[in-house]
Structures are given as C-alpha cells and as structure tokens.
C-alpha cells in the first residue's frame, strides 16, 4: 500500500477532480491518494466523485483557511 499525495491548491472546480481523475492509472487497490484542494466545492465533488467511482472517502476536512485535506482509498 502506497499513500501519494495530489497538491491542488489553486485550482478550480473542476479541476482539483481531473487531475485526481488522471492520477488513478497510478493508484492499486488499497492505495491512498491525499488531495489538498482550496476549491470551495471540492468537499462536495470529491464525495459525489468517490460515490460514483466506488472508491471510499476516508475524510475530508476543511483546516480552517479554506484549504481542504481528503483522502480515498482505491
């Protein structure tokens, strides 16, 4: 198991998920990818992301400054 961080800061929607979108040919099951995003609707993309794709959420956390920490398991 692999843990690989994705820093998106300054990016908008959607681009914080496209570029997790092009990170998945790297990730193997039971891999983490960290995203830190401050994209106000990265909280809600994310989820509806990982709903869709199966994958699982781990959390998503604003840490006060607008900036936000989520991790998904593949």
């Known amino acids: ?24 040919p790297q990730m193997k ?17 994310i989820k509806a992301w990982c709903d869709k794709k199966g994958k699982t959420l781990l959390f998503c956390m604003d840490d006060g400054t607008g900036t936000h920490s989520a991790q998904i398991q593949f």
């Open 29 to 45: 099951e039971g891999d983490i990818l960290e995203v830190v995003a401050d994209c106000p609707s990265f909280p809600t993309d």
């Open 1 to 24: 198991m692999a843990v690989k961080t994705l820093d998106t800061k300054g990016l908008k929607c959607p681009q914080p998920i496209l570029k997790v979108v092009v990170m998945v």
